[in-house]
């Protein structure tokens, strides 16, 4: 029950945590700011690093850690032509932590003119890891919902995009043309980050959502179209998944709910080959939306959190796994953490030793539960 091509049993979202000799020259406490050549030679050196942990480890998929990116969304913003930063519009985008605190995230993209692809977005660190790895590499590009929902049909300024349609015809053309520029690196394994979808299912979202004038459900229908039309005639080596996460910025979350408001809609409709989920707390509810998944897709179940240093029981990931397969076979299914080791690159509470214990640790229950290599 091994598989030769991704997903993998043994997989991972892509984020890791940013070395602090990393962080120290990105983020310098006595002002002198490094050449931009020289903090690409460090980033250089730190992703080889990172990617002989991975290969060590004994994992198929293998990222750069994310690691010359801001947090798994502004790199977006900001390498793309006809974007600047503002408010989110709505009570939308709250973070919440462990200590019952929420604040807002902000940052919020807005198209001040046309919006246009200026050179790659993920496709240069992706051939960069190709170079220096012969497991396979996955690139890792936030969903386009990230685009329109903070702000709504305020993602634009009116005298620019008067037509709404029009903004979503240059975003899908932007993210093709990001797409061709990924496969001709040769990489085959692509995932769309999709905290959006995920925060449909939590009802206080929801009724903000419609309290700003927007019908969560036909979001929903928006945002599995604009996926669909950049992937529509992707090379059939090509394999596209969405992760689903409620938020994980610096060990928070934005959203709680059951998959069950967006299951049978997006697992039905999406043309992606597998579905990463958040399964690591009860914010998720439980495995029932499985239903829906069809019988030509697979699931990635996260089940180990990024959130907290805890450790895991690998007896318990092996029931929780088992419980999963009451509703998608077991040789549909795969492991890996709930979401990225830093989806902002100061990261979260836990160390470099924490993150390879739990990478560890998928490998190793991936390893048990299907009598395999992972």
């Given at each position: 029950?091994?598989?030769?091509?991704?997903?993998?049993?043994?997989?991972?979202?892509?984020?890791?945590?940013?070395?602090?000799?990393?962080?120290?020259?990105?983020?310098?406490?006595?002002?002198?700011?490094?050449?931009?050549?020289?903090?690409?030679?460090?980033?250089?050196?730190?992703?080889?690093?990172?990617?002989?942990?991975?290969?060590?480890?004994?994992?198929?998929?293998?990222?750069?850690?994310?690691?010359?990116?801001?947090?798994?969304?502004?790199?977006?913003?900001?390498?793309?032509?006809?974007?600047?930063?503002?408010?989110?519009?709505?009570?939308?985008?709250?973070?919440?932590?462990?200590?019952?605190?929420?604040?807002?995230?902000?940052?919020?993209?807005?198209?001040?003119?046309?919006?246009?692809?200026?050179?790659?977005?993920?496709?240069?660190?992706?051939?960069?890891?190709?170079?220096?790895?012969?497991?396979?590499?996955?690139?890792?590009?936030?969903?386009?919902?990230?685009?329109?929902?903070?702000?709504?049909?305020?993602?634009?300024?009116?005298?620019?995009?008067?037509?709404?349609?029009?903004?979503?015809?240059?975003?899908?053309?932007?993210?093709?043309?990001?797409?061709?520029?990924?496969?001709?690196?040769?990489?085959?394994y692509l995932q769309f980050d999709e905290v959006v979808q995920a925060l449909l299912c939590?009802?206080?979202?929801?009724?903000?959502?419609?309290?700003?004038?927007?019908?969560?459900?036909?979001?929903?229908?928006?945002?599995?179209?604009?996926?669909?039309?950049?992937?529509?005639?992707?090379?059939?080596?090509?394999?596209?998944?969405?992760?689903?996460?409620?938020?994980?910025?610096?060990?928070?979350?934005?959203?709680?709910?059951?998959?069950?408001?967006?299951?049978?809609?997006?697992?039905?409709?999406?043309?992606?080959?597998?579905?990463?989920?958040?399964?690591?707390?009860?914010?998720?509810?439980?495995?029932?939306?499985?239903?829906?998944?069809?019988?030509?897709?697979?699931?990635?179940?996260?089940?180990?959190?990024?959130?907290?240093?805890?450790?895991?029981?690998?007896?318990?990931?092996?029931?929780?796994?088992?419980?999963?397969?009451?509703?998608?076979?077991?040789?549909?299914?795969?492991?890996?953490?709930?979401?990225?080791?830093?989806?902002?690159?100061l990261g979260t509470e836990l160390t470099e030793s924490d993150q390879i214990a739990k990478l560890q640790l998928v490998v190793d229950t991936a390893t048990e539960?299907?009598?395999?290599?992972?």
């Amino acid at each position: 029950m091994a598989r030769d091509r991704p997903p993998y049993r043994a997989d991972h979202i892509g984020s890791l945590i940013r070395p602090a000799q990393l962080l120290c020259a990105r983020y310098p406490t006595d002002g002198q700011n490094l050449q931009a050549e020289e903090l690409k030679a460090i980033e250089d050196r730190q992703i080889r690093n990172v990617i002989s942990m991975q290969e060590d480890i004994g994992l198929q998929s293998i990222t750069d850690g994310e690691f010359r990116r801001e947090s798994w969304r502004l790199g977006l913003v900001s390498k793309v032509s006809g974007f600047t930063r503002t408010d989110a519009v709505g009570d939308v985008d709250y973070q919440h932590d462990s200590k019952g605190h929420r604040h807002r995230i902000g940052n919020a993209p807005i198209a001040t003119s046309k919006v246009e692809w200026a050179g790659p977005i993920v496709a240069d660190e992706v051939a960069f890891t190709l170079s220096h790895t012969t497991a396979t590499a996955k690139a890792t590009i936030p969903s386009p919902s990230y685009l329109h929902y903070p702000r709504g049909s305020a993602c634009v300024d009116d005298a620019v995009y008067p037509d709404l349609d029009q903004y979503f015809e240059d975003v899908v053309h932007l993210y093709r043309r990001e797409l061709k520029a990924i496969c001709e690196t040769g990489c085959c394994y692509l995932q769309f980050d999709e905290v959006v979808q995920a925060l449909l299912c939590d009802e206080t979202i929801r009724l903000a959502l419609i309290d700003r004038g927007d019908c969560p459900d036909a979001l929903c229908e928006l945002y599995i179209d604009l996926i669909n039309r950049i992937i529509c005639d992707r090379p059939p080596q090509l394999c596209v998944t969405l992760h689903m996460c409620r938020g994980n910025a610096m060990g928070g979350w934005m959203g709680s709910g059951s998959y069950e408001h967006v299951a049978e809609t997006i697992f039905n409709s999406l043309d992606v080959d597998a579905f990463f989920l958040e399964y690591d707390s009860e914010r998720a509810g439980g495995f029932e939306p499985l239903r829906f998944i069809p019988k030509d897709k697979l699931v990635v179940l996260g089940l180990i959190s990024t959130k907290t240093p805890l450790m895991e029981s690998r007896s318990a990931l092996c029931r929780q796994i088992e419980a999963a397969a009451a509703f998608v076979p077991l040789e549909r299914l795969c492991l890996s953490p709930q979401c990225g080791f830093a989806s902002a690159d100061l990261g979260t509470e836990l160390t470099e030793s924490d993150q390879i214990a739990k990478l560890q640790l998928v490998v190793d229950t991936a390893t048990e539960i299907w009598d395999e290599p992972a």
